[in-house]
């Protein structure tokens, strides 16, 4: 049997966006649109989580903003503070529970209380598939 790892650290992506509180919703969209992401980790002014913005929150901020008005609203407005995380160092088969329990879709990945990196359904598959392979009974 392979050597194998279960920490998400060894997953996860490092590919998001992060985001601040003040920053005005309209720098998000471009942020998500120019780099192809889902969403983006929201930061206070020190560097600490307080929030996720979603691509689908920009969709609803895009819509209420109406058409001719333009889109007027800070991240901090849009943002869910509704926030789920996982550290670094958890298993990626906890993970993989936790999917299975909750809607989310991604998780941010937390190292010493910051962001590091963010973990998605599709990475925790990528995941079982590599510690299937390996012979590690999953």
């Known amino acids: ?9 060894h997953y996860m992506s490092n590919r998001l ?4 509180e003040r920053q005005d919703i309209r ?3 471009k942020v998500f649109t120019e780099r192809n992401l889902f969403g983006g980790a929201v930061l206070d ?9 979603s691509v689908t929150d920009c969709i609803d ?9 333009g889109w007027r609203g800070t991240v901090g407005d849009k943002m869910s503070r509704d926030i789920r995380t996982v550290d670094a160092e958890d298993s990626i088969l ?28 599709l990475d ?8 299937g392979d390996s012979g590690f009974p999953v």
């Open 1 to 9: 049997m392979a050597d194998v790892s279960l920490s998400v650290r």
């Open 17 to 20: 966006a992060t985001l601040y």
């Open 27 to 29: 720098e998000a969209v």
């Open 45 to 53: 002014n020190v560097g600490n989580l307080v929030g996720i913005l």
């Open 61 to 69: 901020a895009a819509l209420r903003s109406g058409y001719h008005s």
């Open 94 to 121: 906890d993970v993989a529970k936790m999917f299975m329990d909750d809607h989310y879709r991604r998780y941010p990945v937390l190292d010493d209380n910051r962001v590091v990196g963010v973990i998605t359904r």
């Open 124 to 131: 925790v598959l990528k995941a079982l598939r590599t510690i």
